[in-house]
């Protein structure tokens, strides 16, 4: 790893989920923590990726179809999709028409095909509609969910492409922070071996759940979402031997001290730092200067003062940062802005939570 810094090009793709939440800010803090963790945890962990053919698309055929493919004829009867939505092509469910967009690749919460099927069935647009069709399962509808966190790959699929518009707009639409993601994860893992084995091995005996962050990648990401009661500072110190492949670290809800950013700091491809209510502080917080690939750092409910914000600005790599539920202040958010202009700052002073809900919350955490 050479000393530069090409921290920039990953924050693209978390731009958007980081809009989407400060969208979503007035949201209750249930859910709002609920979304980091879902955001988080589609990324971070470890699964089978999902298969268009065998999974999804017979689930679209079973319940969708009938009412949402291209026009066609049926008895003499003239059938067009309704809505204007069509499911029956990869390109019409990414495009959709100017209101309701099917399937966005990795937006759980901004991809309509997700949002009608999980609506009140009362609701006129809940899908299928009322007595039209039996709703999706629960199961299903986690199906669709998985595969849409996981950026929607439809394996090659591209269904009826009859009235797909031009290829530039489709083609422009998707894949660009894709490729950009891709070729700053190539370029962050330039030189370095697959990790070994036994320390793998070593590491997922302590607790760690340890996956490649793209399948032949030799980058990890790291969590400890199967046990974070027992993640403390020697968990993370076990995690040495690692420290040149993780670039995706959550340590959330964990019961680390500051003593473990030491460690963290050495992982010098880390990318994604999660540190969501952790008792960690400002001092801590300084330690991870020293990591200048970092893009993404969640300081949620984490109790840091605008002493953090002068080491915080000093990362220059970082683009996202979650300080809601911190003890930073307007003018601490805004010195931190200031530092990083580039960077996207979720800072909630204003996050109603009612007083019990909110304890109650932390003291279930
Ligand atoms: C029996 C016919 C029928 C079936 C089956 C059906 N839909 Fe629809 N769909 C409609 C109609 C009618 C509308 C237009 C509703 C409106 O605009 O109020 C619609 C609208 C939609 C919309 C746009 C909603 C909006 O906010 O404007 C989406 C997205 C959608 N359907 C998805 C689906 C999905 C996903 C399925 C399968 C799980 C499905 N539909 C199954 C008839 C159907």
């Known amino acids: 790893m050479t000393g530069s810094n090409i921290g920039g090009v990953s924050g693209v793709s ?36 999902s298969d268009f053919k065998t999974e999804i698309y017979p689930l679209i055929e079973t319940h969708c179809l009938k009412c949402h493919s291209a026009t066609h004829e049926v008895n003499g009867k003239v059938l067009k999709p309704k ?10 469910m990414l495009k959709g ?17 997700l949002r009608v099927v999980t609506l009140p069935r009362d609701d006129d647009k ?9 709703p999706l399962t629960a199961a299903e509808i ?31 639409k998707v894949p660009v922070k894709e490729r950009e993601r891709e070729l700053f994860y190539a370029k962050l893992a330039e030189g370095l071996r697959p990790p070994v084995a036994e320390l793998l091995a070593k590491a997922q ?34 995690l040495a031997p690692l420290a040149d492949h993780i670039a995706h670290l959550d340590l959330a809800r964990t019961n680390i001290t500051d003593a473990a950013l030491k460690d963290v700091a ?12 952790v008792k960690i502080t400002d001092t801590g917080i300084v330690q991870l ?5 970092l893009t993404f750092l969640n300081l949620y409910g984490i109790p840091v003062t605008d002493e953090a914000v002068t080491a915080l600005g000093k990362m220059k790599s970082l683009r996202n940062i979650c300080l809601a539920e911190t003890m930073i202040t307007e003018a601490g958010k805004n010195k931190l802005q200031a530092a990083l202009p580039l960077a996207q700052i979720v800072f909630n002073p204003d996050l109603t939570v009612p007083a019990g809900k909110g304890a109650a919350k932390k003291a279930g955490n």
């Not at 809505?83 to 019409?92: T, V």
Request: glycine share 8%.
């Open 142 to 172: 986690a199906t669709l969910k998985k595969w849409i966190a996981e950026g929607a790959d439809f394996g090659g699929w591209e269904g009826n492409l009859e009235g797909k518009p031009a290829a530039a707009t489709v083609a422009a």
């Open 205 to 238: 005996a302590g607790g760690a759940r340890v996956a490649p962050v793209s399948p032949d990648s030799p980058l990890l990401r790291v969590d400890f979402l199967t046990g974070v009661s027992q993640c403390n500072d020697q968990a993370v110190a076990a």
């Open 83 to 92: 809505g204007g939505i069509r499911l029956d092509a990869a390109w019409a």
């Open 266 to 277: 050495r992982m010098r491809r880390l990318t994604r730092l999660d540190l969501r209510s």
């Open 126 to 134: 809940a899908m299928p509609p009322e007595n039209k069709g039996d």
């Open 14 to 49: 978390l731009a958007a989920l980081l809009r989407s939440v400060s969208k979503h800010v007035m949201m209750k803090l249930p859910s709002f923590i609920g979304y980091f963790a879902a955001a988080l945890l589609s990324t971070v962990v470890a699964h089978a990726a």
């Open 97 to 113: 028409n100017d209101d309701v967009v099917p399937v966005k690749p990795k937006d759980v919460e901004n991809s309509d095909l």
């Open 289 to 293: 200067a020293a990591l200048e690939n």
